[in-house]
């Protein structure tokens, strides 16, 4: 499920420039302030992407050292509800893994080395072939209920009660 978001925000800011703006009355300097603004902001959202989960980790890593050192200072039987949120923070933290781009280099990869294998599978035994090719559909379809529940909000999902509520669509199955 690759990430566009990049081109999303970019392509979201030239619409508004080349299509909106033109048709904003020039008699009405505050909307075309306020479409630059709106435009801007996209900018300034779309630069910081990648750092979004950089962000998220220094902020729980500076809070957990101060709840850390929290803990040591408050009375013992003050802290037990601290230190049970210390305890599930530091699990976590422990968690989070690489950085973004990294995940996206290798996933990137990865998804380049599939289709190296697949495209040359019809040299492969039929069953080697058909083993390669359930395994990339019924696994793909994972990818696939995540997108549709990603893009719901845009009201293009012919049947949206079908669609699976993002944070279930984004958990990761190891099995199907």
């Known amino acids: 499920m690759a990430n566009h978001a990049d081109n999303d925000f970019r392509a979201a800011a ?3 420039m080349d299509v909106v703006a033109p048709a904003i009355d020039p008699q009405n300097p505050l909307a075309r302030q306020q479409l630059k603004l709106v ?3 996209l900018d300034f959202y779309r630069s910081r992407l990648p750092y979004s989960m950089d962000r998220e980790r220094l902020e729980l890593a500076v809070q957990l050292e ?3 050192e929290v803990v040591r200072a408050v009375p013992a039987d003050m802290g037990t509800s601290l230190q049970t949120a210390v305890a599930e923070a530091t699990v976590i933290h422990e968690r989070l893994g690489p950085r973004p781009p990294e995940v996206r280099a290798v996933t990137a990869r990865l998804e380049d080395e ?8 019809r040299e492969f035994a039929e069953e080697a072939r058909h083993d390669i090719e359930r395994v990339v559909v019924l696994k793909t379809r994972h990818l696939l209920d995540a997108q549709r529940s ?4 845009q009201s293009i999902e012919p049947e949206p ?3 699976l509520p993002l944070d279930v669509a984004l958990r990761i ?4």
């Open 14 to 16: 030239k619409a508004l």
């Open 39 to 41: 435009v801007d902001w």
């Open 66 to 68: 101060i709840a850390r």
């Open 114 to 121: 599939i289709s190296v294998v697949v495209r040359r599978s």
């Open 150 to 153: 990603w893009f719901l909000p």
């Open 161 to 163: 009660d079908a669609i």
């Open 173 to 176: 199955r190891t099995t199907d």
